[in-house]
């Protein structure tokens, strides 16, 4: 999860970084050319704060160095700051060695040409591109070409609900559909509680949640050439219905529009909440306070009947890859960095502390993995997720329609109309700024 700045400074950012193809990272300092033993990693915040993936992170990083000599410099980077801090490293060349990407930024992150391509060689160093689920390595850049990263850690959206608040509102299972969703919203959203939690203020939530309704209304947002597509009539009304769960069905707390990444799940933990769409949150519910058994999971919600049949998309393909700067000093220190946090038994280990699934298909095989909140994800994963578009501006897409997404939350706090007009002139000028 992540949100990000003005379209206008990605787009900018990006553009320099595409005409500066061969830049990267690799000199930061404390980076690898001080010393061929020493690599630095800008990790992504996985946990529910950055201190809990500090302390998640660094034994494994010691375990690293022990095994091979080389010390790990370990920064974890907030989602908010980090594609910005990526796509500055492009052209500054003052980046780390390694780093983690969200997995829908990597078409936009491989049009710069900074990261090191996992071409056969490549993927050979680090076991083989065979170890990976398919749909993980599909997700790591354009299509046709050597994918800009390897996979680490795979996600899906799933409806997490309170189980405490179902029962006291007579509520008997998790709703399958919208419509029951609403109704269950609507049923819980009184005295101070509420049915359904948002993020507005998390331009990528907003993403994510508008492109898997686009989807059910068939929309993709780029049509078959990469041109933007934003006003469709499936992405004006995947627009609507989504903000409409505060503006007209009431079931979003007003407050939720200036929401940031994990708010909504303290609400949630908190009892002030009783469902939420989230990736993987049952690290983030235990560490506010939360048993197992307060809380359980099921696929989000499609129109009707079930998730993975025609358009029934009910997430988008979520995940967290690992790249390397191409221009490190340290190559085959950073291979190596690769192939360990790759290796089957870290990929059990991170991928359970963190709730999220494995994209190497020996780990994903485990016991630990087949958990009832784990299945959702991994049944969805493999039945009804689809890729968000693998296109090189994506990132600002993300930008662009995230914001006009907030500008709508904004709108529907403040009681002011959201209509399928409001809703148009707002992907309209998104539109705009992809064309700029």
Known sequence: MRHLRAASAVTLVLSIAVAATGCGGGTTSGGSNESPKILTYWASNQGPSIE??????????????????????????????????????????????????????????????????????????????????????????????????????????????????????????????????????????????????????????????????????????????????????????????????????KIIAPGNAEYAQNQSLTDFAKGKTAMVLWQAAASTFAAQGMKPEDWGAAPVPVPSGAPGTGKQVNSMVAGINMAVFKNTKNIDGAKKFVKFMTSDAEQKLLNKTYGSIPPVKAAQADAAFGAPDLKVLRDTLATSAAPLPQVPNESQFETAVGTAVKELWADAAAGRPVTETSVKERLEKAQQTMQQ
């Open 52 to 249: 809990a993936d500090k302390k998640i992170l660094t034994p494994e990083l010691k375990k690293f160095e022990k095994e091979t000599g080389i010390k790990v410099k370990l920064e974890v980077v907030p989602w908010a700051d980090l594609l910005n801090r990526i796509l500055a490293a492009t052209t500054s060349g003052q980046g780390p060695d390694v780093l983690n990407i969200g997995n829908t930024w990597s078409a936009s992150l491989q049009a710069t040409g900074a990261l090191l391509p996992w071409d056969d060689k490549n993927f050979e160093a680090i076991g083989g591109r065979g170890r990976f689920v398919d749909s993980a390595v599909a997700s790591a850049g354009k299509e046709g070409e050597p994918p800009a990263a390897v996979p680490l850690y795979s996600l899906a959206y799933a409806l997490y609900y309170n189980k405490k608040m179902f029962a006291e509102a007579g509520v008997e299972k998790p709703p399958a559909t919208w419509d029951e969703l609403v109704e269950t919203g609507k049923r819980i959203s009184k005295d101070g509680k509420w049915g359904l939690g948002a993020e507005g203020g998390n331009l990528s939530n907003n993403i994510h949640q508008t492109f898997v309704l686009g989807q059910q209304h068939g929309a993709d947002f780029f049509d078959a050439d990469g041109k933007a597509t934003f006003t469709s009539d499936g992405a004006v009304a995947a627009v609507k219905q989504y903000v409409d769960f505060m503006a007209k069905d």
